[in-house]
């Protein structure tokens, strides 16, 4: 595990985007780049959040303005969620 400021603690995923999940012995760790940190107690609240931002990132980013763009960004934003979970829930082989 990584120590950092006295706290262990052990990468999780890494996402395109710089952002990461980590966790320690009592919570879930999200940080958003450049220096945003997250703790959260349950990984559906992280996740959660993760959606949310995820959402204001892609309707920041879109150059219209208008709730079919935002329902995009949504519907978007969702199905990379979903990805993420699959991957963090998802037993491997030989783990």
Do not use: C
């Not at 006295?6 to 985007?17: F, S, T, V």
């Not at 999940?21 to 959260?40: A, C, E, G, Q, T």
């Not at 969620?81 to 699959?86: A, C, L, T, V």
Request: aromatic content about 6%.
């Amino acid at each position: 595990m990584e120590t950092l400021q006295g706290e262990a603690r052990q990468d999780i995923l890494k996402l395109d985007d710089g952002i990461q999940i980590k966790v320690n012995l009592l919570n879930w760790i999200l940080l958003i780049p450049p220096r945003h940190y997250s703790y959260f107690p349950t990984l559906e609240d992280l996740l959660v959040d993760l959606l949310d931002y995820k959402i204001k990132l892609s309707a920041i980013n879109n150059p219209k303005k208008d709730f079919s763009s935002l329902k995009d960004s949504i519907e978007k934003s969702k199905i990379e969620i979903r990805q993420i979970m699959k991957s963090l829930t998802t037993v491997k082989d030989g783990v």
